[in-house]
């Protein structure tokens, strides 16, 4: 059966005041009174290779349901006709509305769990993935030597059919490219085949040293089965994956299913309106902060945003159709007006284009807000009173600097969400290893001042948490584009010092750090930032947008100054997602209390689906989701859905990729959300 007839098939889904919605399958030969259950969760089998624990991270990151089985693992549940289906209130039921296999025949080609299972998909209608198989007649596929490939994929270059983009990856442009990130190691390796007669191509390529093009991952209808057979392999991280990752679960659940996707990307500007100081090349430090063995001072010339800095920011912004959101401090920009007799064209401009940004509190003048540093040695330490105890910043500071800002902000026009804080450095909380505590002053203080949302640094804690009694931390991932660089030559030069050994002149930090890797020579610094940083930190960036990540990236404002050394980095993400995708799968771009709201959803979600606390399931067009009262249920489904309400209905969710999706809630007087396919 094709995808187009299937998704005809598909058409009439209903959801339940929880939260769910059906399709009508139907069991052969059943009536419509006996027509299946279908349960809303995915059977994952899994060998450890590597391909089916990407999808099973798909699953997680969107909030499918699914039950994983472990090969390895002896004491597994054995799969058979009770394990995969039985009978609730008189009805059949099938358990799992898709299966993932880690190839077409995990289980051996005359076992019982294979026979089971394939009795199942007939029955029920349920689709089966193949994470990763090699080329051969029983996928729908030619041997690879009937003019295919057998071999490396870095650095080829893939298309999404014209089925693929009538079907599942309708969200895609259609051209994309293997990675190839290091010459000397093979990343990804794969089968070009050439299709058989039931197999549909969803991506094809060209066959290397042959002529005319193979696919790699498709459609095989066969035997009253469906199955996706992906001929490449791949792990969770790698760009291919992520570019396919949304259309195969949408294939695995017919389109219908709990959890969503977007593709994120937002952008924090720390430190606008204070200066920024600058990266010594000669010593390797920043004189000025707190990092120069020794001390020193700055040089007189740190870096800050001019006033045509600010106009091209605004310029860029409206070129792109991205909004940057400004984390700014007052009190430091009064300081620089005061002493540069009382004028600050930067601020007059900013605040001119008030209306073009997003403005985030990043406190008044920046101060530290956790121990008492005594900056008496590199590194720092957290001050002590005379008992011992640790000194902290006290809560009224702590206060006097949030509100101050938001004050400044009022009186100055600056449209301000008061529940989102980012503090300097994301100083209150644990800083480790000097301070291995939040300021116990700081949640107090958030509490004071509406604070909802305060920033953390991904790097160090990538899971939100609570802060004092009404806060949660928004992880920030913070960007290989240094607050003390406002040149090209100075990113390189610090570049090196960081990721060189000290053989080549470096810190050594890549050689002791395991997470770190070292340059194999140091960069030119007339040309790196362009040639390496900039490559670099696009994919890093970009790969965390195709990962359904709604965490924000930071950078400084001095990266909008002098050599504007931000820019390229955004301008080739911005410039690789447009490549990639249709103009139906924008770049989401949220402000922090939006992004805070979203994880504490997904946190919600996953406890409740943890705890075996949601029931969800489809009867003919009709689903049925059940959740705690309170929980805000991820759902997907086709467009046209409405909602149905007691007296009345409203297209469901908003518009995405082709799909729609939402996080649900039942209406009045309901206890399930309920939706109707078109």
């Not at 624990?53 to 058979?80: C, M």
């Not at 990343?187 to 050439?194: I, M, R």
Request: aromatic share 8%; net charge negative; charged share 20%.
């Amino acid at each position: 059966m094709s995808h187009r007839a299937h998704r005809r098939r598909a058409a009439g889904v209903t959801v339940t005041a929880a939260g769910l919605l059906t399709l009508g399958l139907a069991a052969p030969g059943a009536s419509a009174a006996v027509e299946p259950r279908v349960d809303l969760r995915v059977l994952v089998v899994d060998d450890g290779a590597g391909p089916a624990g990407a999808i099973t991270a798909q699953l997680r990151s969107e909030g499918v349901p699914y039950t994983v089985l472990d090969l390895a693992d002896s004491g597994r549940p054995t799969i058979t006709g009770a394990f995969l289906s039985d009978t609730v209130g008189g009805r059949p039921r099938a358990r799992f509305q898709g299966v993932v296999l880690p190839n077409e025949a995990p289980f051996g080609a005359d076992s019982a769990e294979r026979t089971a299972l394939e009795a199942y998909e007939k029955t029920y209608g349920i689709p089966q993935v193949d994470a990763y198989t090699w080329a051969h007649p029983e996928v729908g596929l030619d041997y690879a030597d009937q003019n295919g490939y057998v071999g490396p994929l870095d650095g080829r270059t893939a298309t999404v059919t014209a089925a693929g983009r009538t079907g599942p990856f309708g969200y895609l442009k259609g051209a994309f490219s293997f990675e190839d990130n290091s010459p000397s190691a093979d990343e990804s390796y794969g089968f070009v085949a050439q299709p058989r007669t039931g197999f549909t191509s969803y991506v094809d390529a060209p066959v290397p040293g042959g002529s005319g093009t193979g696919t790699l991952l498709g459609e095989y209808a066969h035997d009253g089965r469906r199955e996706l057979v992906v001929t490449f392999a791949y792990n969770q991280y790698q760009q291919q994956f992520r570019v396919l990752a949304r259309g195969m679960v949408e294939w695995l659940t017919q389109g219908v299913h709990l959890g969503q996707a977007r593709n994120y990307f937002a952008v924090h500007v720390d430190d606008v309106l204070a200066p920024d100081a600058r990266w010594d090349t000669a010593r390797n430090c920043t004189p000025g902060d707190i990092d120069c063995a020794g001390g020193g001072e700055d040089d007189g010339t740190p870096i800050r945003m001019t006033a045509a800095d600010a106009q091209y920011a605004a310029q860029w912004e409206r070129s792109h159709g991205f909004t940057l959101d400004l984390a700014f401090n007052a009190g430091a920009g009064e300081e620089w007006r005061t002493a540069n007799g009382g004028t600050d064209p930067l601020a007059d401009q900013l605040l001119k284009d008030r209306a073009a940004y997003r403005w985030i509190n990043h406190t008044y003048t920046h101060l530290f807000l956790g121990c008492v540093q005594d900056t008496s040695a590199v590194p720092w330490s957290c001050a002590k009173n005379a008992d011992g105890t640790t000194r902290w910043v006290s809560r009224s500071d702590i206060s006097g600097e949030i509100s101050d800002n938001a004050d400044w902000a009022l009186l100055h026009g600056l449209s301000l969400d008061r529940s989102e804080l980012i503090t300097g450095e994301h100083s209150g909380l644990k800083t480790l290893p000097q301070q291995p505590q939040d300021n116990p002053g700081l949640g107090p203080a958030l509490a004071a001042t509406g604070v909802k949302w305060t920033a953390s640094d991904n790097s160090r804690e990538s899971a939100q948490r609570a802060v004092g009694s009404s806060a949660l931390t928004v992880p920030r991932y913070p960007m290989n584009v240094y607050y003390n660089a406002g040149t090209k030559a100075e990113m390189a030069d610090e570049y090196n010092w960081i990721y060189t050994a000290k053989a080549d002149g470096g810190s050594g930090v890549c050689t002791d750090n395991p997470t770190s890797t070292c340059l194999s020579e140091p960069l030119d610094t007339a040309t790196g930032f362009t040639d390496h940083i900039v490559p670099a930190e696009a994919h890093t960036d970009l790969g965390h947008v195709l990962s359904n990540d709604p965490r924000p990236h930071y950078a400084h404002q001095s990266n909008l100054a002098e050599d504007r050394v931000l820019y390229p980095v955004l301008d080739r993400v911005l410039a690789d997602y447009q490549a990639l995708f249709a103009d139906n799968t924008p770049v989401v771009n949220l402000r922090q209390s939006a992004i805070g709201a979203e994880l504490q959803n997904r946190a919600r979600w996953q406890t409740a689906l943890d705890a075996g606390k949601v029931t969800a399931y489809r009867v003919g067009n009709t689903v049925t989701v059940t959740a705690p009262s309170g929980t805000k249920v991820p759902v997907t489904a086709p467009e046209g859905t409405k909602q149905q309400f007691v007296l009345s209905s409203s297209a469901f969710g908003t518009s995405y990729a082709g799909a729609r999706s939402a996080w649900g809630t039942p209406g009045a007087l309901q206890t399930a959300i309920t939706l109707k396919l078109p």
